[in-house]
């Protein structure tokens, strides 16, 4: 799905090849049940990949999204945000990669009396990336990437590849491991951004990066109830500003858009996971199994089950496989 665009695609490899590490801090986080830390905004890339446990990421004021053990989330821009437990009533701050600096293997960071099974750990990094001038600035880009969506559909792998990434990061060589799997993840994350919205790579506008943090936001959270007011206030403009605006760039309406971002999203999951069609349907919004049918259906030319079964081997690969390696 594309919005306006004045000029041929540069090579995506040319410009990500580009890309280039300067450094990176790693921290190894456990936070027990009812505590959770905040992170400041800097001048650097977040990196949090969740090995133990779950958490709630909340970026400023945007809503919070939950992460489970085997999910990464990539934060381009440097946000304030935090990162918490369950009950949680008061957030530490944390600044801690100063002492990061030079290790080996990351720090281990206490948020309460988190000795127990029962509490979560997160592997945190501050990224310092020398980006491109080709590519669009950070702050045009959405505010968080995913770079394990399918996780919540395929636990057994997302467990497994969280026990091996939290083994690595207590190893010898465990910064520089953990490094350059972050930053392969950026990369595979940019790409998918720039092959989802081309037009970032010719406007530096506000429009534009408001416009594609909508769509993101929708594509985050599928089965959140969007609505058109609850889309402009999440990229802080006005209904009829934003309304406007998005059928401009996109030369359609919000609603129908967030409609076929669902229907891309329900047919991912049908080829990469075993969910039922009413679990999927539920995950992209849907209460109702006959609308959901009905609207997929209307979207793809076949029902659910005729999709799955007429799916060959071949070119969908889970994103789990990405992680799979470390094991």
């Known amino acids: 799905m594309t919005g306006k665009a004045d000029a041929p695609l540069p090579s995506l490899s040319g410009v990500l090849n580009r890309i280039n590490l300067l450094g990176a801090d790693w921290v190894r986080i456990r936070v027990a049940p009812g505590e959770g830390f905040t992170m400041p905004a800097g001048d650097h890339c977040a990196v949090h990949f969740v090995t133990r446990g779950q958490l709630q990421l909340q970026v400023d004021q945007d809503p919070p999204m939950r992460l489970r053990a085997g999910a990464t989330a990539i934060l381009p821009r440097g946000q304030r945000h935090s990162l918490r437990s369950d009950g949680a009533t008061s957030l530490r701050r944390l600044d801690c990669f100063d002492d990061a600096k030079d290790a080996d293997i990351p720090r281990l960071i206490d948020v309460g009396s988190a000795k127990g099974d029962d509490a979560a750990i997160v592997l945190s990094a501050q990224l310092h990336v020398d980006w491109p001038a080709a590519l669009p600035r950070p702050q045009a ?6 770079g394990t969506r399918t996780y919540d559909e395929e636990r057994p792998a997302a467990e497994t590849a ?60 599928p089965g959140h109830s969007w609505t058109v007011e609850r889309l402009a206030r999440y990229v802080a403009m006005s209904r009829s500003t934003f309304a406007a605006a998005f059928k401009d760039f996109y030369q359609r309406g919000p609603m129908e858009v967030v409609t076929e971002q669902r229907m891309e999203i329900a047919a991912r999951m049908l080829r990469e996971s075993n969910l039922r069609v009413k ?19 209307a979207h793809f030319g076949v029902p659910p089950s005729a999709y799955k079964r007429d799916i060959g081997g071949g070119e969908d690969a889970s994103p789990t496989d990405w992680i799979g390696l470390l094991g």
């Open 141 to 146: 880009l959405p505010a968080v990437l995913l």
């Open 162 to 221: 969280a026990r091996a990434l939290d083994l690595t990061a207590r190893r010898p060589g465990a910064m520089a491991c953990l490094s350059r799997f972050a930053e392969l993840l950026l990369v595979r994350e940019l790409r998918d951004v720039l092959l989802e919205h081309p037009e970032l790579f010719h406007s530096r506008d506000e429009i534009t990066a408001a416009m594609v943090r909508a769509i993101e936001a929708v594509r985050m959270k």
């Open 279 to 297: 679990a999927i349907a539920a995950k992209v919004g849907y209460s109702s199994d006959t609308a959901f049918l009905r609207r997929f259906t």
